[in-house]
């Protein structure tokens, strides 16, 4: 399973994070959240993969923090055409977000099936990061052939949760404000914890 901590923006708490056994760290690059970094972070073990989190972001801004950061995947969170986010694959692994909500409108996922990974999170104002889950259930109507992660709302007490979700094609987490001391900054204790908990109960 894929473990992937969102929002990390503080030097000391990446290196940290990076000790555990996670998949992904995810750099936010959407100027109006409270997780939003300007600053280069310290090199972390390569077989932790890099994202960075775009909202609506020009293809120069994306590319420029790809060379930057070094990213291994743009998680594209914004309302990106199928066009413009095919683009920015030619140049970088893409994960394309959903934001979920009753009025979501599944078709629109086979317009973004060249995809690496899609990524199903909470529909709110904010773009993610608010801790409020959708329900998971929805995804079994859905005719997905991407791999994807679940986010929005994951917290330490949803591991029986994540273990019962039956789908061809969940591949893993993503992880954010439940597991935070401050936005930005995880508790490395409550990450260590889960993610022990999960690895040790995953088929």
């Known amino acids: ?14 290196a940290d994070l990076s000790k555990l056994d996670i998949d992904m760290a995810g ?3 959407y100027l109006p959240s409270p997780r939003y970094i300007d600053h280069i972070l310290p090199d972390i073990p390569n077989n932790i993969k890099k994202v960075g989190v775009f909202v609506n972001a020009s293809l120069d801004v994306i590319l420029q923090k790809k060379e930057l950061y070094k990213l291994d995947y743009a998680q594209l969170h ?16 893409v994960i394309k977000v959903f934001r979920i909500d009753d009025d979501f409108n599944p078709n629109i996922l086979k317009g973004f099936d060249f995809c690496d990974m899609f990524l ?6 904010n773009f993610g990061g608010s801790g409020q889950r959708f329900n998971w259930n929805i995804l079994k109507q859905y005719d997905i052939k991407i791999p994807f992660l679940l986010s929005g709302g994951i917290g330490p007490n949803d591991v029986d949760e994540i273990l019962k979700m039956d789908h061809p094609h ?4 993503d ?12 508790d490395v204790g409550m990450v260590k914890k889960f993610v022990k908990m999960l690895r040790s109960n995953y088929n």
Do not use: H, W
């Not at 399973?1 to 990446?14: D, E, F, H, R, Y």
């Open 1 to 14: 399973m894929i473990i992937k901590v969102c929002g990390l923006n503080n030097a000391q708490n990446l």
């Open 27 to 29: 750099y936010n690059f």
């Open 78 to 93: 914004g309302d990106e055409s199928s066009s413009f986010v095919k683009e920015v694959k030619s140049f970088i692994p």
């Open 120 to 125: 199903f999170d909470t529909a709110t104002k």
């Open 170 to 173: 969940f591949k893993g987490i």
């Open 175 to 186: 992880i954010n404000s439940k597991f935070e001391v401050r936005p930005g900054i995880k």
